[in-house]
């Protein structure tokens, strides 16, 4: 039976190099990835122009698009590697479309759905506070995950404060699309219909001000750039992951924010974990040290 031939490959290179067009592949993902944050952008200022009444339908759809733009930034970057088209372009391109996507656009939604249409009843020192507050925070949120992308660029082997197992693979602080996409499963649970009432959003702009700081914490996060689908997976897994789908598509303004917190409850978890480990062992006489798990960004 004869070889069949890999498309992408470029079968007169003599180190069987990926063809020029297979390096488009990835980018066309990015590019969806920028469009979408632009989209959820223009979408999340219409409905702040809107008013409260029409408001709820384009915050919806703004939440909707950040969260298929993460889902299209963890494409990229597999096909990207299934292909062996990985490229200083190709990272720069995606670290600049996770600015829009994962910095601005959900920093824009976070504001308009979150502080916009408090209670107008307020008195007006206040509510002037809040949106000061509001304006701050949000841009603290775009802040942090600018400079989370910057340390991920420029760092190729960062080890957190609480390093684990070296078999592992984890990101350095929380990654901007957990951030992002956290925000806008918040939003998705809420159908989209803006906060009124401060109180919720003095805890919305604290949950906002807390993503900021795990972004630029050095605390360990899962990184899912270990799964390959070249490797063989176990009937679980695929039970697992087929479960999830179905829950998402079915049961999403649940389970999207529930999953988005464990996410990032896991980071903290670990932290805490860690720190009380490390004082468990300092109660210990000669107890062995950590060896650091590898890490990536």
């Known amino acids: 039976m004869p070889k069949l031939r890999n498309p992408l490959i470029d079968r007169h290179s003599p180190d069987r190099r990926p063809r020029r067009a297979a390096y488009a592949l990835p980018t066309l993902f990015t590019a969806g ?3 979408l944050g632009y989209l959820s952008i223009l979408v999340s200022f219409r409905g702040a122009i809107a008013g409260r009444a029409g408001a709820a339908e384009d ?15 963890g494409l990229d970057g597999m096909i ?7 490229s200083d372009f190709g990272r720069e391109m995606d670290s600049l479309a996770d600015v829009i996507s994962f910095g601005m656009a959900p920093a824009v939604l976070a504001f308009a759905w ?6 107008s009843g307020l008195a007006k020192h206040f509510q002037q506070e809040l949106f000061q507050a509001g304006y701050f925070i949000a841009f603290l949120f775009l802040l942090c995950g600018a400079a989370r992308l910057a340390r991920f660029n420029v760092q190729k082997n960062p080890i957190p404060k609480n390093p684990g197992r070296p078999n592992r693979k984890y990101f350095v602080g929380l990654p901007i699309p957990g951030a992002a996409g956290t925000v806008a499963a918040v939003v998705y649970a ?5 906060i009124g009432y401060w109180p919720i959003a003095v805890v919305w702009l604290a949950l906002l001000g807390l993503l900021g700081f795990l972004m630029v914490s050095t605390w360990r996060y899962y990184s899912f750039k270990g799964l390959s689908l070249r490797q063989p997976h176990t009937p679980l897994i695929v039970i697992v992951v087929g479960g999830l789908v179905y829950a998402v598509w079915n049961y999403g303004h649940t389970v999207l924010p529930i999953l988005a917190a464990i996410y990032v409850g896991s980071g903290i978890a670990i932290r805490v974990g860690g720190i009380v480990r490390r004082y ?3 109660r210990r006489v000669g107890a062995p040290p950590a060896a650091p798990e590898r890490q990536v960004g």
């Open 33 to 35: 990835n920028i469009f």
């Open 59 to 73: 915050f919806e759809i703004a939440a909707k698009a950040i969260g298929i733009a993460v889902l299209l930034d």
């Open 80 to 86: 990207a590697r299934l292909t062996h088209t990985t």
């Open 114 to 119: 979150g502080v916009q249409f408090v209670d």
């Open 190 to 194: 809420f159908y989209g219909e803006p």
């Open 280 to 282: 468990v062992l300092r």
